[in-house]
């Protein structure tokens, strides 16, 4: 027995009798050993930036997941240039050994894990800004580059990069994995807003994909198609990105709901009547309950939409009257307005740090995230159904999600020791996927496939699709050197 909420849960895995909830997310561990030639090579070309100590590799050996038994890579490369990327490649091709790019670390689906050995590639030091073209709202940035770094650095010419998955994550990893966060109702995805690459292939080659020009209709569009792969086709060494013009004005609000039900209800409404909101967040009581504690704050303790306007003045003001009306009508009260930029940036933090406020609730915990999204009709069928499955497990758990684009984020807080609990959280993950795909949705909304949702994709896109997949990382990938066991298995 724990507590959750004032509430004694039982930890008994009622109604959740499954073969093994655990199947499809135990990694395939089938280590290929790194040669000592090809350490001898690496360690002679990077000399002090090349490292087998046991704590560098355990470091590059894991994410943010919940999984924790993988062995760490053979070793580390920390490259700082395009040639150092091209080399290290090179070498493992010569070797047909495993190379895993790390930018940040921060994924959440065991995207980094060495489940088949090899050399991890940390692109962090490649972190320079190449170009700024504000007359063409563009900007070319090495991998390593942070979102953050990114926004500090071309405000003073007024724009902005929107994609905010929440972490600091480099725009590599961003790429990688088609990222995409609390802007994304407005502004898109990575997929939207990366214009070019440069990546080096699985034979050590440094190709570009895709130019400056805000459209094209030569040839197959190879930028979609290494933007998402998870490092499996290539190593990401450059990124084109689209920019905005920083708007006019800003302004954030919260909202409080009585049910989640009138609060997804509100989104959905917002989203059919074309209001163009920049954010809409959903905080369930819960996680608004632990976030007051972790960041001493005193917000309401319901169910919250936390929303952002963007544009003119008047417009900003349009769009915020035309919210709340929309709330009022399904019960929101509480309108609580942030103009200035240290509010709109407390409110946000806030938001922001909702995971590391659940994880420090339950000292030794891990979160076993899921990420499904659903088209915008679905959306209160399929959250309100997963949240009397979460309620009914007796697991503590936070609910958040970028409601306007139909993707919201459980996170079931686990004993990682605790088979009986990481089982109910990996059942009502795989309940949770299976009604979105029922209703046209998908098993991952940003955070990619990785480990964690190799079967989920398998559920997801049909035999022809899947094939196709195979066909192209075996074309582009025969000696399955890059980063594999992710995402087809």
Request: hydrophobic content about 45%; some cysteine; aromatic content about 6%.
């Amino acid at each position: 027995m724990f507590w959750w909420n004032g509430v004694l849960a039982p930890t008994a895995a009622a109604a959740m009798n499954t073969p093994d909830p655990l199947a499809h997310v135990t990694p395939e561990v089938r280590q290929r050993p790194a040669p000592q030639a090809l350490l001898d090579a690496l360690a002679g070309r990077f000399e002090a930036r090349f490292s087998t100590a046991r704590a560098v590799r355990e470091q590059h050996g894991r994410d943010e997941s919940a999984f924790t038994t993988v062995p760490p890579p053979a070793a580390v490369v920390f490259a700082e240039s395009v040639a150092d990327v091209q080399d290290t490649v090179r070498l493992c091709a010569r070797y047909k050994t495993p190379v895993i790019a790390y930018g940040a670390g921060s994924s959440l689906e065991g995207h980094l894990l060495a489940v088949q050995g090899g050399i991890s590639l940390d692109v962090s030091r490649m972190n320079r800004i190449l170009r700024v073209q504000p007359e063409d709202l563009t900007a070319t940035v090495q991998p390593g580059v942070t979102r953050k770094t990114l926004n500090e650095a071309i405000k003073s010419a007024g724009l902005f990069f929107p994609i905010d998955p929440g972490a600091d994550a480099s725009l590599g990893g961003m790429a990688a994995t088609r990222a995409s966060g609390t802007n994304a109702v407005r502004y898109g995805t990575m997929r939207e807003n990366v214009l070019a690459l440069q990546v080096v292939t699985p034979q050590g080659e440094a190709i570009r994909t895709g130019t400056r020009a805000r459209k094209s209709s030569a040839g197959y569009d190879l930028t979609r198609l290494f933007v998402g792969s998870e490092g499996t086709l290539g190593v990401i060494t450059e990124v084109t990105l689209r920019l905005y013009p920083l708007p006019e004005a800003v302004s954030a609000a919260i909202c409080n709901f009585p049910t989640i039900a009138d609060a997804v209800d509100t989104v959905i409404r917002i989203i059919q009547l074309g209001v163009p909101i920049a954010r809409v967040e959903l905080i369930d009581a819960h996680t608004v309950a632990l976030v007051n504690r972790h960041a001493r704050l005193q917000l309401r303790e319901q169910h919250m939409l936390l929303m952002e306007f963007h544009g003119s003045p008047a417009g900003v003001k349009e769009q915020a009257e035309a919210v709340q009306n929309i709330a009022g009508e399904h019960h929101g009260a509480d309108f609580d307005w942030a103009d200035t930029p240290e509010e709109r940036t407390r409110l946000w933090a806030a938001r922001h740090n909702a995971f590391f406020a659940a994880v420090q609730s339950r000292p030794g915990c891990r979160a076993i995230s899921t990420d499904t999204c659903v088209p915008i009709s679905r959306l209160a069928d399929c959250l309100l159904a997963s949240v009397a499955e979460a309620d009914a497990s007796g697991l503590p758990y936070f609910l958040v999600g970028h409601v306007g684009d139909g993707n919201f984020h459980f996170g079931y807080l686990i004993d990682p020791g605790n088979h009986d609990e990481r089982a109910r959280a990996e059942t009502l993950n795989r309940q949770l996927v299976a009604r979105a795909i029922a209703m046209e949705g998908t098993c991952s909304g940003e955070h990619g496939v990785g480990l964690h949702k190799i079967g989920f994709l398998r559920d997801e896109a049909d035999a022809g699709a899947l094939a196709v997949m195979r066909a192209i990382k075996r074309a582009l990938d025969p000696h399955d050197i890059m980063n594999p066991g992710k995402i087809l298995g």
